[in-house]
């Protein structure tokens, strides 16, 4: 799994609901499903027909049926009971392992999380070799920053609540609270043999999940966390502002995924035109393409691992399939499925699983993932630094 963060969690139906939100987001942006889900838009999208053998492959498992739900939720709410928690069951028991059912209040830090805000205390967390959960990262101004936190920390209760016990994604769920700014929670961390209890303040946090950054050898360094609003943009810009010749090493380790819509935007900064990916929708096939003018010629490395999914795990795929890159690091964690929002009576979201994300060469990723070119579990980067300047994208 990869580490979790109270910007957002990802996680299978079924791991504490108020820490997810459903097709993305994690390792730092999330650990859960923030999106995997369809592009509320879907620019440079095509649907391309009816798909051959829908419901033979192993991922096409049939849909949920969105009007049964509804009807489930209507008739709990007709009898005086939570139309919410009818839905939950209802999804529980559909099998569907990414569905999930949101109140206004948790959909609406979804949408928020999207346009790269939310509310915490900026930190992510993670288990240690000693299974222990600790800060893996702190957000610089953040809540935890100013109260001289750091990376290495061992979290070991959240309100009082020891987290040992707990999933990394639902220790996140307690940082992260009600979603409220300005409410307290209060950390028993250690560090070395000092222990104590620090009371934060949650805030809105804005993220930064792109960094750029120029490399000893010449070569240019873009490091994605999530897929956010306008993160497509931002990596077509860096590709074009990066130095004639330059490589590129793409880093989407830890990244799990975002909008549709950005992965692909950012497949075109090194693509010109073509598929991304196909997915299916109810057994009707669609595909996603890559707008044209992108930089071909560029060296390009991606670095992935076992937190790379959802979005990042289709640019992987359009880049690897097309042979546009060489991919290097360990095999991506698998979160292949298309999740489309149905609003229930009671005004409550359910995000539900409609199809499956397939690679331009028509691999699946769902529950399989995409192993790289290159295997590194161990020095990746020093690996994907080593590719790179062989391909002439160093000094």
């Given at each position: ?56 492959r192993p991922e096409d498992r049939p849909p949920v049926d969105g009007a049964a739900l509804r009807r489930a939720a209507a008739a709990a709410m007709a009898d005086g009971k939570s139309g919410k928690k009818a839905a939950e069951e209802f999804v529980s ?251 229930l009576p009671d005004g409550s979201v359910a995000e539900l699983t409609v199809g499956h994300y397939r690679t331009p060469a028509g691999h699946a990723v769902d529950g399989r993932g995409i192993t790289p070119d290159l295997t590194a579990a161990e020095r ?16």
């Amino acid at each position: 799994m990869p580490d979790g963060t109270d910007l957002l969690c990802i996680r299978p139906r079924g791991v504490l609901r108020g820490a997810v939100l459903t097709l993305v987001f994690t390792g730092v942006l999330a650990t859960a499903a923030a999106t995997g889900s369809l592009p509320r838009q879907e620019p440079a999208v095509k649907r391309t027909g009816a798909s051959p053998g829908a419901g033979q492959r192993p991922e096409d498992r049939p849909p949920v049926d969105g009007a049964a739900l509804r009807r489930a939720a209507a008739a709990a709410m007709a009898d005086g009971k939570s139309g919410k928690k009818a839905a939950e069951e209802f999804v529980s028991r559909s099998g569907d392992r990414w569905g999930a059912v949101y109140d206004k209040r948790e959909y609406a830090e979804f949408e928020q999380a999207l346009d790269g805000t939310y509310t915490g205390v900026g930190l992510s967390a993670g288990r240690a070799g000693d299974d222990r959960v600790r800060v893996t990262r702190v957000q610089a101004g953040g809540p935890a920053a100013r109260a001289g936190l750091r990376a290495g920390d061992r979290l070991v209760s959240v309100d009082g609540r020891p987290v040992d016990g707990l999933s990394v994604s639902e220790a996140v769920a307690l940082l992260r609270g009600d979603g409220v700014p300005g409410s307290s929670v209060a950390l028993r961390v250690e560090r070395g043999r000092a222990a104590w209890t620090q009371t934060l303040r949650r805030a809105r946090l804005a993220t930064d999940p792109v960094t750029v950054r120029r490399l000893d050898d010449g070569a240019v360094l873009i490091r994605v966390e999530a897929f956010t609003k306008g993160v497509g943009t931002r990596v077509r810009d860096a590709v074009r502002d990066a130095p004639a010749g330059a490589g590129v090493l793409l880093d989407l380790r830890g990244n799990a995924g975002g909008l549709v819509a950005e992965a692909a935007t950012a497949a075109s900064a090194f693509l010109d035109g073509g598929l991304v990916a196909t997915y299916d929708v109810e057994g009707e096939e669609r595909a996603v393409y890559a707008e044209g003018g992108g930089d071909t010629e560029r060296p390009l490395v991606a670095l992935v691992d076992g937190g790379t999914m959802s979005a990042a795990e289709l640019l992987t795929g359009a880049l690897q399939d097309r042979g546009r890159a060489v991919t290097v690091g360990s095999r991506t964690f698998g979160k292949g499925s298309v999740q489309m929002p149905s609003t229930l009576p009671d005004g409550s979201v359910a995000e539900l699983t409609v199809g499956h994300y397939r690679t331009p060469a028509g691999h699946a990723v769902d529950g399989r993932g995409i192993t790289p070119d290159l295997t590194a579990a161990e020095r990746a980067e020093e690996r994907a630094r080593t590719v790179l300047s062989g391909l002439g994208g160093g000094s």
